[in-house]
């Protein structure tokens, strides 16, 4: 299984001389060619540093989980996702388009999604499955469009290209929203305040996918991106301020809440909310020492928080107990495992020689020098770096020390394949501390390369001579200690913080989810009431309001042609019209109704007849003599009317009828203005006797010029009658309302 | 009128028309059938082999059509076009007729329905089908939206006898009317403005100021109402949850994909033709249709428990994501073609996939119904999964690349703040689609019941499980034929 993994390593570090030297490697696919869509690979200092973290861990954890699951029935699948998730997640950091980008940043969701849900008979790894990959689906389609839009005003898709055009993006109207997207996907991702509640309860997922994800690589992809994006986005003030103010208030909250925390996985789950506010926050200050110190904070939380997962994954695994306050006096049981906790927990802590203490000491030289927001920032870390040491001798040496609870009953040290991971870790922390300069020039500085854009001079070591931030780092190492040993009142006193920070992030995600499940059900109840009427009152407005406001907005004037001065006969027709329509809407009975609206029927043909239409006249007078005969013998036997509606809704219905009927009546009259080709009644009468032989201009119409028309509209009247005649035989059978 | 006036049939008219044709030969044939064959058997078997041979030669005959430089071509009498889009249409609707003859066979006989009645009525509506994607006026248009829906009314309420399908066979009928009456004063408002039917003619006029004309303006927004219904789009998509859960299963299952698609091919050529000058002027009706379909589509589907009723408000909204399409340049009526087909492909996938869950006459109605579905079946489950994933848009289907052209197209034309809208209402998709596959894979308490495929069952849902993979790892080749079929359009 680890076989994959350590291949990836073997094979990227053929081409480690040549990212260290500042090149850049690159390799592009066509794909959807039509839209410059490729699969194009890029390895540079920061992808490398990347894919080896993400290979190099990912073989560790592949051994670890061998042991881990020995006895889980699915262990097969466990490894099948988890593979699928590296290469997703090594597929991030490798791509340079951002196309292809997004798609391997879903990809992690999704795969992350399995592993989260593993346990999936448990209910609360689901919905803990379910949460993380909504809040980070959310925040990646934001991405995308923001990626999208960076690719419009950028000119290109690929993101070797756009750092060449960053300063026209920066200036872009386009560019404020564009940042506001892609980082909506970069916090998400790596779980920024106020976006950081699915962290910790992903937490449900099986260790060894909570050490490789969310420490070590998946919940790192929004600060690669950001990383990735700072020769093109950076620098800006929107930058600056968006993200060291998220990044400072992650870390602070993240390390705040995760003190008071007493299981494992919880207090490790909110550290590295607060490590990854810490690398947020360094990149958004953008400095070189700032990027330095993000680097090197990188690599030692991967190592430690790595280690210390798997440690309590260890304790899990041997002990049953998840709760730091269940376990003591490990040690002698576990001296292996021990051994790594102890070294992990000092290098959170910033202890020297390990490496976590070159990386908290840039972090506190880079606060130093922030200028004006020197005093703030060195605040916000000395108190983030006293709570790393009491978190990190909380999970890494308390359970080791001390008595040893009696119902823990007898403890076996682990299988090797579980102890020799985590000492690995631990182990690099150790060995990069003392000799840091294996990675410094290797791997650190390219990385830093790749960010700012030009490589600066580094030193890294332990002793830098005396100065301010080592008077800094030895009282917070005398804080942290205090911390852990009061650790009882500090939980105490943080206790109202907890829920402070509850109400303002998970539970909106829960007022969220109710709010949207209650929209959805206010607009489903208004528009699918399941009544007929309702639908076609919608229909009809929507067609109303959609017509008119086109109509309004757009067309030029209207002209309504009322050239002809009415006549008094045609005045009484039109009134009896209206007056039996009106009447019509009022009729208490069927018969009644259908009464009048012969009565309109036959008022209609009277006009046909008045204005020398009498064969329409004729036609008319027949139709709606059948329509009425038709009507009578479908509707005599069916129930009188009932009364179904109230008053408020009737005004509301004639209202939509009667704006309706405006509508189309206009646009009627409006239609009648036009005039496209001569009249063809002077042709038909020319032609009618020399062609068809007959002198009853209409006759000849009806029955030869148009005689193939004539034909089906009879047709229709007797497949109508027939279908009524059919139907009121079946009457008898289907007694059943309908 | 004294000299005869001659059939305007050119030759090769008639292979141009061929795919219409051979499913008009098989309707007849499914009829001649049923009057030659007294025992069962024999008028299923046969009715499955003229069924199949139809939307065999459906299919040929659109491949055999000369498509010469990609000009789009007149015929019959300048009534019917001639084009890549048709033939790409053509081959969808082939697709589709022998999918459902091979997938819905079981809901068919599940429902009492006989199959040589239910697929003569349903050769019919296909060949309603193929003729939108050819009318090239708009009494063309008309018949073929009123051939493909005559049918589809009688299929719903056919074989119901619960209260509830004979009241979405109502309902159905009656909006349906309602939308044919609309759409026909819009194309008469049109005629009065234009004096012409012709989408040549009318594409010339449009073009030279005739938008303006508030007899035009009316008229195609009348039309796009009436589209709109045909396509289920809100605000005139209230039908299709009522109708998606009390029809059969087999005839929701060409309502979410022939009806669909057949609405989306006649509204595309006719916006993005001839009224492609007109479009800016009717934007904002359209920006709200599509709006307005995402969010009711999404929104209503989270809430649903029945799965036809789920994929009904599903479809809703993917007809909201497809017309966004048509806000955009030719870019975008290409992704909105695109989108149609993968949507086509996901959704039958999807359906063929549920008519075979259920035992007896019981089909399976919610998403419970599917706990532990992947135990005890796995393929077909991983095959639900693939259409339903798809439907999501999740890479590496092809539902997520459609969802990108057409995002994309979105926000190259300045249309942000609505591809915005398109990405937070998918997450609600992607929330409610795997409702379903976590039933299916996360849950073990069910056991929900399979019906026997048939090894041609099996080639057909993995040739569409496939199609959707290979329309999401490579989507060049199909992207390029789309485009090539929109550039005729105009």
């Known amino acids: 299984m680890a076989l994959m993994p350590i291949s990836i390593v073997l094979l990227l570090s053929n081409f480690l001389s040549s990212t260290a030297s500042g090149q850049m490697l690159q390799l592009s696919i066509p794909w959807v060619p039509s839209l410059e869509i490729e699969i194009s690979l890029v390895m540079d200092g920061l992808s490398m540093l990347f894919a080896l973290l993400i290979s190099g861990i990912g073989a560790l954890i592949a051994i670890y989980a061998g042991g881990y699951l020995a006895d889980h029935p699915q262990l097969n699948r466990f490894n099948l996702y988890l593979l699928s998730f590296m290469l997703a997640m090594l597929g991030v950091v490798l791509t340079d388009n951002l196309i292809t980008l997004f798609i391997f940043w879903e990809l992690t969701s999704i795969t992350s999604y399995f592993l989260i849900g593993f346990d999936h008979e448990k209910e609360e790894a689901r919905k803990a499955a379910l949460q993380a990959l909504l809040v980070t689906g959310l925040g990646g389609l934001a991405m995308l469009a923001g990626l999208l839009i960076l690719g419009e005003i950028g000119g290109t898709l690929e993101i070797s290209e756009l750092v060449a055009n960053g300063v026209l993006i920066r200036r872009s109207p386009l560019y404020v929203p564009a940042l506001l997207l892609i980082l909506a996907g970069a916090f998400t991702k790596s779980a920024q305040f106020p976006f950081h509640f699915w962290l910790p309860n992903a937490m449900a997922a099986p260790t060894p996918a909570s050490a490789y994800l969310h420490a070590a690589t998946m919940v790192k992809a929004g600060v690669y991106l950001l990383a990735r994006m700072n020769p093109i986005l950076g620098g800006t003030t929107w930058w600056f301020a968006l993200l060291s103010l998220f990044g400072g208030t992650t870390m602070l909250v993240g390390a705040l809440v995760g003190i008071r925390q007493t299981v494992f996985k919880r207090i490790l789950a909110f550290s590295t909310v607060s490590g990854l506010g810490t690398l947020v926050m360094l990149i958004g200050l953008g400095t070189d020492q700032a990027v330095q110190a993000a680097m090197l904070f990188l690599v030692a939380h991967a190592l430690y928080k790595g280690a210390l997962f798997l440690v309590a994954g260890i304790v899990d695994h041997q002990t049953g107990k998840k709760d730091i306050l269940q376990v003591g006096g490990l040690a002698g049981a576990l001296p292996m495992t021990a051994m790594a906790a102890g070294l992990a927990a000092l290098s959170m802590g910033g202890i020297p020689p390990l490496f976590g203490f070159i990386a908290k000491e840039a972090l506190y030289e880079s606060a130093l020098h922030m200028g004006y927001f020197a005093i703030p920032a060195v605040v916000a870390v000395v108190t983030t770096g006293i709570l790393y040491l009491g978190m990190g001798l909380l999970v890494g040496v308390g359970p080791f020390l001390g008595a040893r609870p009696s119902e823990l009953g007898r403890v076996r040290e682990a299988h090797w394949s579980m102890w020799m991971p985590p000492l690995v870790l631990a182990g690099t922390s150790l060995l990069f501390g003392v000799r840091s300069g294996l990675i410094e020039h290797t791997l650190l500085s390219p990385a830093m390369k790749s960010i700012v854009g030009y490589r600066f001079p580094t030193h890294l070591g332990l002793w830098h001579g005396f100065s301010f931030a080592l008077v800094l780092s030895l009282f917070s190492m005398a804080m942290g200690v205090y911390v852990y040993l009061r650790i009882e009142d500090i939980r105490r006193a943080f206790r109202p913080f907890d829920e402070i920070v509850h109400e303002f992030t998970g539970a909106n995600y829960d007022r969220c989810m109710t709010n949207l499940m209650a929209f959805a059900r206010w607009q489903t109840d208004l528009l699918q009431s399941g009544y007929l009427k309702n639908y076609l009152l919608i229909i009809f407005a929507s067609t109303i309001s959609l017509t008119t406001y086109t109509l309004v907005s757009r067309a030029g004037s209207f002209s309504l042609p009322f050239d002809l001065p009415p006549v008094l006969h045609e005045v009484i027709l039109v009134a009896v019209i209206l007056a039996a329509t009106v009447s019509a809407v009022f009729q208490k009975s069927r018969l009644g109704a259908i009464a009048t609206l012969g009565i309109v029927g036959y008022g209609v043909a009277l006009i046909f007849a008045t204005f020398g239409a009498p064969d329409l006249a004729m036609t008319q007078l027949l139709i709606e003599t059948l329509t009425v005969i038709l009507f009578v013998l479908v509707l005599y036997s069916l129930p009188g009317f009932t009364r179904l509606s109230s008053k408020g809704h009737r005004f509301r219905d004639a209202v939509i009828s009667i704006m309706f009927g405006a509508l189309m009546t206009t646009l009627v009259i409006a239609a009648l203005d036009v005039q496209f080709s001569p009249s063809i009644s002077a042709e038909m009468a020319r032609k009618s006797y020399p062609e068809a032989h007959g002198r009853n201009v209409v006759n000849v119409i009806l029955v030869d010029f148009r005689g193939i028309d004539t034909m089906g509209e009879i047709t229709v009247l007797s497949l109508a009658a027939l279908g009524v005649f059919a139907l009121m035989k079946l009457r008898p059978e289907k007694e059943e309302e309908v | ?490």
Not at chain 2, 188 to 213: F, H
């Open chain 2, 1 to 490: 009128m004294g000299t005869p006036i001659p059939l305007p049939i050119m030759p090769g008219d008639l292979t141009a028309i061929g795919p219409l044709l051979a499913v008009v030969i098989a309707a007849a044939g499914f009829l001649a059938v049923d009057m030659a064959f007294t025992r069962e058997e024999l008028k299923n078997r046969w009715t499955f082999i003229i069924g199949i041979i139809g939307a065999a030669l459906a299919a040929v005959t659109a491949l055999m059509l000369d498509i010469g430089t990609g000009e789009s071509r007149l015929i019959l009498g300048e009534a019917l076009y001639a084009d890549l889009y048709t033939v790409f249409f053509d081959l969808l609707f082939a697709l589709l007729m022998g999918a459902s003859l091979v997938l819905s066979w079981t809901a068919v006989e599940r429902a009492r329905m006989k199959p040589v009645e239910f697929y003569s009525l349903a050769a019919f509506s296909f060949a309603g089908m193929f003729l939108t994607s050819r009318a090239a006026d708009l009494l063309s248009l008309f018949l073929a939206i009123e051939l493909l829906s005559m049918p589809l009314y009688v299929l719903a309420g056919f074989a119901t006898t619960s209260k509830t399908g004979r009241e979405a066979a109502l309902k159905y009928f009656v909006l349906g009317s309602v939308a044919s009456a609309i759409l026909l004063f819009g194309i008469a408002l049109m005629y009065g403005g234009t004096g012409s039917i012709d989408y040549v003619e009318l594409g010339a006029q449009v073009s030279s100021g005739g938008r303006d004309s508030p007899l035009v303006l009316a008229g195609l927004a009348l039309i796009l109402a009436g589209l709109a219904f045909k396509v289920g789009a809100v605000p005139f998509h209230m039908w299709t949850p009522d109708v998606y859960e009390g029809s059969p299963t087999a005839v929701t299952a060409l309502m979410a994909t022939g009806v669909k698609a057949a609405g989306l091919a006649a509204a595309i050529r006719f916006l993005a033709g001839p009224m492609a000058a007109a479009l800016s002027y009717v934007s904002v009706m359209l920006w709200w249709i599509v709006a307005l379909s995402m969010v009711v589509g999404n929104a209503g589907a989270m809430l649903q428990s029945n799965v036809k009723r789920l994929l009904a408000y599903s479809s809703i909204a993917h007809a909201g994501y497809i017309l966004m399409g048509l806000l955009g340049d030719s870019l975008g009526t290409a992704a909105a073609v695109y989108y149609t087909a993968v949507y086509v492909l996901s959704v039958a996938g999807a359906f063929g996939v549920v008519q075979y869950f259920g035992d007896g006459d019981r089909e399976l109605e919610t998403v419970d119904d599917f706990n532990g579905a992947a135990k005890r079946h796995p393929w077909i489950s991983l095959l639900f999964t693939i259409f339903l994933l798809s439907l999501a848009g999740i890479p590496p289907t092809g539902g997520f690349v459609a969802k990108f052209f057409v995002f994309g197209s979105a926000i190259q034309t300045g249309h942000i703040g609505l591809a915005l809208l398109g990405v937070l209402t998918s997450v609600i998709g992607i929330y409610y689609y795997l409702r379903l596959v976590i039933a299916m894979w996360m849950k073990d308490e069910g056991r929900p019941v399979l019906a026997e495929l048939s090894p041609t069952s099996w080639v057909v849902l993995g040739l569409l499980a496939a199609s959707v993979l290979a329309l999401g790892c490579m989507p060049g080749w199909l992207w390029l034929i789309v485009q090539s079929a929109v550039v005729s359009l105009v």
